[in-house]
């Protein structure tokens, strides 16, 4: 599981928890998954335009304290452009990024296809 996995590059363990009555700490919430086109983007390329079919997901996540009160609250958006899986991969990232530093704010340069934001 990507978010599992950038978790533990942050030293922090992550459990996925599925049970009814299970009170988690975090909660991601997918609020847009537009893949785009793939075969639009490979067609597109050859003239320089691939971006134009490109997709997006953006996440809502939110951090409870360990007495579960909001601590952080935000969101995470990544261009789909090649992968589906690297857009994952990348908003994983962010998420992890997010519990370990404390900020929904990205650290990341503004040209970067994946941001995270209050």
């Given amino acids: 599981m990507a ?3 950038e978790f533990a590059k942050h030293g922090i363990h992550a459990t996925p928890l599925d049970e009814e009555n299970a009170r988690p ?3 991601v919430l997918i609020e847009k998954w537009d893949p785009g086109s793939k075969s639009a983007r490979g067609f597109l390329s050859v003239f320089g335009l691939g971006g134009l079919a490109e997709g997006e997901i953006v ?7 360990e007495k579960g009160e909001p601590a952080i609250e935000g969101k995470a958006q990544s261009s789909v452009d090649n992968t589906a899986d690297g857009a994952l991969r990348a908003v994983a990232e962010l998420i992890a990024s997010m519990v370990a530093t404390g900020s929904a704010t990205s650290k990341r340069p503004p040209e970067a296809h ?3 934001y209050p």
């Avoid at 996440?59 to 304290?65: F, G, Q, R």
């Fill in 114 to 116: 994946h941001t995270g």
């Fill in 59 to 65: 996440v809502d996540v939110e951090v409870a304290s």
């Fill in 3 to 5: 978010l599992v996995d």
């Fill in 25 to 27: 700490t975090l909660r």
